[in-house]
């Protein structure tokens, strides 16, 4: 029996309930590195991202506007669009690296975050995670040299090293945004929904008359397309994280969220007809068995050190939607 499906029916039903939508979500984010490798074809990476953010904006004021919360400060306002403009670099680095790689190596390589998050968090709270930690990463950085070398034992491609250096910048978007809003009662609702409008600016003025272009030049499967990139990987991820954190433990949704490079690969394959040579499929391997090692260490040590917990020195993370393009 498939492990991701034995998980799920090792539930009782109300668990099954809630294990399935964050299940959706890494399915989600595991498909989008396909979507968009097509979609930077038809339009343009720049274009492609200021229509998804566009989309997404429009989505998630009407959700800020229902939910009402308090008047957002300058502090938090200042907060969301520094956020911004971080996750507008990393979206920026994963699209235009997918555009140069395959999606399986996109879907892959992003997920070494995964490690270097709690890597950095450890430099900037100087709380050193246990040898298994890096252990686990030496493991994953071996499939790193295997995936991108290939078969001819080559040098990273162009996309490839665009999308490691993706995944360096998420690590320090994750670190920033749970630095800059420790102790402070921020909205998350309000944060996700500036960082949108500032990607939606940003974008909109990088594309200039390009943007226009690819309106034009989109067919009607293109658009489905950004939509799904828009609404499912963005406002639909967000929306059922911030309702199943309330209703399951934050390992269990790690665990299901964590597929998502798995998804990305039997994605990648099967419907996007790529092909994994011996070499690359363990340098695959080789990466998911490392990161979903490594995450399990961070795991046991924030669950054995319980008197630390809200300690401005080390703190559990409560993963947002940082990952998918």
Same mark, same amino acid.
């Given at each position: 029996?498939?492990?991701?499906?034995?998980?799920?029916?090792?539930?009782?039903?109300?668990?099954?309930?809630?294990? !399935?939508?964050?299940?959706?979500?890494?399915?989600?984010?595991?498909?989008?590195?396909?979507?968009?490798?097509?979609?930077?074809?038809?339009?343009?990476?720049?274009?492609? &991202? *200021?229509?998804?953010?566009?989309?997404?904006?429009?989505?998630?004021? %009407?959700?800020? *506007?229902?939910?009402? %919360?308090?008047?957002?400060?300058?502090?938090?306002?200042?907060?969301?669009?520094?956020?911004?403009? @971080?996750?507008?670099?990393?979206?920026?680095?994963?699209?235009?690296?997918?555009?140069?790689?395959?999606?399986?190596?996109?879907?892959?390589?992003?997920?070494?975050?995964? &490690?270097?998050?709690?890597?950095?968090?450890?430099?900037?709270?100087?709380?050193?995670?246990?040898?298994?930690?890096?252990?686990?990463?030496?493991? $994953?950085?071996?499939?790193?040299?295997?995936?991108? /070398?290939?078969?001819? !034992?080559?040098?990273?491609?162009?996309?490839?090293?665009?999308?490691?250096?993706?995944?360096?910048?998420?690590?320090?978007?994750? @670190?920033?945004?749970?630095?800059?809003?420790?102790?402070?009662?921020?909205?998350?609702?309000?944060?996700?929904?500036?960082?949108?409008?500032?990607?939606?600016?940003?974008?909109?003025?990088?594309?200039?008359?390009?943007?226009?272009?690819?309106?034009?030049?989109?067919?009607?499967?293109?658009?489905?397309?950004?939509?799904?990139? /828009?609404?499912?990987?963005?406002?639909? $991820?967000?929306?059922?994280?911030?309702?199943?954190?309330?209703?399951?433990?934050?390992?269990?949704?790690?665990? &299901?969220? +964590?597929?998502? %490079?798995?998804?990305?690969?039997?994605?990648?394959? +099967?419907? +996007?007809?790529?092909?994994?040579?011996?070499?690359?499929? $363990? +340098?695959?391997?080789?990466?998911?068995?490392?990161?979903?090692?490594?995450?399990?260490?961070? $795991?046991?040590?924030?669950?054995?050190?319980?008197? @630390?917990?809200?300690?401005?020195?080390?703190?559990?993370?409560?993963?947002?939607?940082?990952?998918?393009?």
């Amino acid at each position: 029996m498939c492990p991701l499906v034995f998980i799920v029916m090792c539930r009782t039903l109300p668990g099954v309930l809630i294990d !399935l939508p964050l299940l959706a979500v890494a399915v989600v984010w595991g498909s989008s590195y396909l979507t968009a490798k097509g979609l930077t074809v038809a339009g343009g990476v720049l274009s492609l &991202l *200021a229509l998804r953010y566009l989309i997404s904006a429009l989505a998630m004021l %009407p959700v800020l *506007a229902v939910r009402r %919360p308090r008047r957002p400060n300058r502090p938090e306002i200042a907060v969301g669009v520094l956020l911004g403009l @971080t996750q507008a670099s990393v979206l920026a680095l994963e699209t235009y690296g997918v555009a140069h790689t395959s999606a399986t190596n996109a879907g892959v390589l992003i997920s070494l975050t995964i &490690l270097l998050t709690p890597m950095l968090e450890g430099v900037v709270s100087r709380r050193w995670l246990p040898p298994a930690f890096f252990l686990a990463a030496a493991v $994953a950085v071996g499939g790193v040299v295997l995936l991108v /070398a290939g078969p001819g !034992l080559r040098a990273p491609s162009a996309g490839d090293a665009l999308i490691l250096a993706a995944a360096v910048v998420r690590a320090g978007h994750v @670190t920033l945004s749970g630095h800059l809003a420790r102790g402070r009662d921020y909205d998350t609702v309000t944060l996700t929904t500036v960082q949108t409008v500032v990607g939606a600016v940003l974008f909109t003025v990088a594309a200039g008359p390009a943007l226009g272009t690819a309106v034009h030049a989109y067919r009607g499967s293109d658009w489905w397309g950004v939509v799904f990139l /828009a609404l499912g990987c963005s406002v639909f $991820a967000f929306l059922v994280q911030l309702w199943a954190i309330r209703r399951t433990s934050a390992a269990r949704a790690s665990l &299901l969220l +964590g597929t998502e %490079p798995v998804w990305a690969v039997l994605i990648g394959v +099967g419907l +996007g007809g790529e092909r994994l040579g011996p070499i690359v499929l $363990a +340098g695959i391997v080789l990466v998911l068995a490392g990161t979903w090692a490594g995450q399990r260490v961070e $795991a046991n040590v924030r669950r054995e050190q319980p008197e @630390t917990i809200g300690s401005p020195r080390w703190r559990p993370r409560v993963r947002e939607q940082t990952t998918g393009i």
